[in-house]
């Protein structure tokens, strides 16, 4: 069964940094292109980074030189880098991942916890 897995999350003090990961197993498809989120209980999830199967990729303002969304083809794997977090940074972070076969043709991440405290 195709499964993804996101990790990486914690509790880090403002100013610093956590990379999230979000790896797919058990299949030969590989990643086309894929998305990160965000989501603070009681509100709407935000998208915050795409990148595309050429590497390409955009940011939310709030987010843009300070995050880095980088994709290993090769260990089917995508990281989000975040640096410089502040505690408006806090939020559940998902993964969602487009695959160029299927199904699953996408498949996304359980949620993952980021606290930066102040």
Known sequence: QVQLVES???VVQTGGSLRL???VSATSAAIKSANWY???PGTHREWI?????TGGTTYK???????EFIRDDAKK???LQMDRL???DTAIYYCLVFMTEGPPYDLQGQGIQVTVSS
């Open 8 to 10: 990486g999350g914690g």
């Open 21 to 23: 990961s979000c790896a």
């Open 38 to 40: 965000r989501q603070i």
């Open 49 to 53: 980074t795409s990148i595309t199967s």
């Open 61 to 67: 303002d709030s987010v843009k030189d300070r995050f």
């Open 77 to 79: 794997t995508v990281f």
């Open 86 to 88: 502040t505690p408006e």
